[in-house]
């Protein structure tokens, strides 16, 4: 028996809930495998799947050191188990005494956020567990609406604020944490620029008001399928939130709004820097806006919409002051409660 080993893990669902599979990597001191596999594990939400592969993943390391230190790029879980985070959904709370308990028996035992591409291997194993899952069914049979759709009403997190204040990177941090798909709607609009072309501020408000028409699309696909989704893009309350009634009547979802607020000096500097760069991309010919524009575009409203759920301010007029973790912990009981079976 080595004396020390590191414990890198990985649950995947697809559906959240849905198909589920872990993923253990087992490493000596110095990172050689003493065991990698994955696995299935039936029906789970990604947060169960999480601790399950942790709780996998204690059972074979107990066989081989008694001291451990554990590697997740699962931010949620780690904080529980570290007691930065309260654990308020009930499927959870028994996951999380048996992994206290299965901690308890090591001499020593330490858990660690990592970037998700450090856990790269964990992540592979659970997914091609899932996918010899999916090569073993009967050909041309499809699941059934039970096993795909979620037993709770699926949440529709919406990012919303005005122009530069910070949606798109928010929107992505939160869907990298919590693994559910983004629909951004300068993703949209700067495809229909790659393939249509981009010329003038008409043209690129015509496409604007595609892109919207798509994004709302894309949105009732991941909903008709029971999926939850992050949609992001700078919604107008008297125009959107009767659009997302409507959706709400088709397909009934948990809203849960997180609207950004940023002084107007703030968003006009980083309007003006963000034009000046290589980022932005040209097809949203940003350097044709001229200041009574630009002045008009920040005084519209961004603000909430009266749809129902929690709604969250976060004020990013210093990005720096942002407590992702704070954030992170004010959106978990509406994300667990969505993700709890009934």
Not at 146 to 171: D, M, N
Not at 252 to 279: H, I, M
Request: proline share 4%; with cysteine; glycine share 6%.
């Amino acid at each position: 028996m080595v004396r020390r080993i590191t414990l890198f893990t990985d649950g995947a669902a697809r559906g959240n809930p849905g198909p589920a599979a872990i993923g253990i990597v087992i490493a000596d001191e110095q990172r050689n495998e003493i065991e990698a596999f994955g696995e299935t594990i039936g029906h789970a939400t990604n947060n169960e799947a999480e601790y399950r592969a942790l709780l996998r993943g204690l059972e074979r390391a107990a066989r081989h050191a008694n001291e451990i230190e554990i590697r997740t790029d699962s931010e949620l879980l780690a904080r529980q188990l570290n007691g930065a985070y309260q654990v308020r959904a009930a499927n959870l709370k028994p996951l999380h005494a048996q992994a206290r308990r299965a901690l308890a028996q090591f001499k020593r035992a330490t858990i660690a956020i990592i970037p998700r591409e450090l856990n790269r291997r964990a992540d592979a194993l659970a997914n091609q567990a899932l996918d010899a899952r999916s090569q073993t069914k009967d050909e041309g049979r499809m699941p059934s609406a039970s096993v795909v759709r979620p037993s709770s009403a699926p949440l529709v997190l919406i990012v919303t604020g005005a122009p530069c204040a910070g949606k798109t990177t928010l929107a992505r941090r939160i869907a990298q944490e919590f693994r559910l798909p983004l629909v951004a709607k300068d993703d949209i609009k700067e495809s229909l620029f790659d393939s249509l072309g981009w010329k003038d501020r008409a043209w690129s408000q015509q496409l604007g008001r595609a892109t919207m028409r798509l994004l709302f699309y894309f949105v009732e696909t991941q909903l008709a399928a029971g999926r939850s989704c992050i949609v992001e893009s700078n919604f107008r309350a008297e125009l959107a939130t009767e659009e997302f009634r409507a959706l709400q009547a088709r397909h009934n979802f948990v809203p849960l709004q997180v609207v950004l607020k940023c002084e107007r000096g703030a968003l006009a500097q980083r309007y003006r820097a963000r034009t000046d760069s290589d980022a932005r991309h040209p097809g949203h010919v940003d350097h044709l806006v001229g200041d009574e524009e630009l002045a008009a575009i920040n005084n519209r409203d961004y603000g909430a919409m009266d749809l129902g759920g929690q709604v969250i301010a976060v004020d990013t007029t210093d990005f720096e002051k942002v407590d992702y973790a704070e954030l992170f912990r004010a959106m978990e009981s509406v994300l667990d409660f969505c993700e709890s079976p009934v």
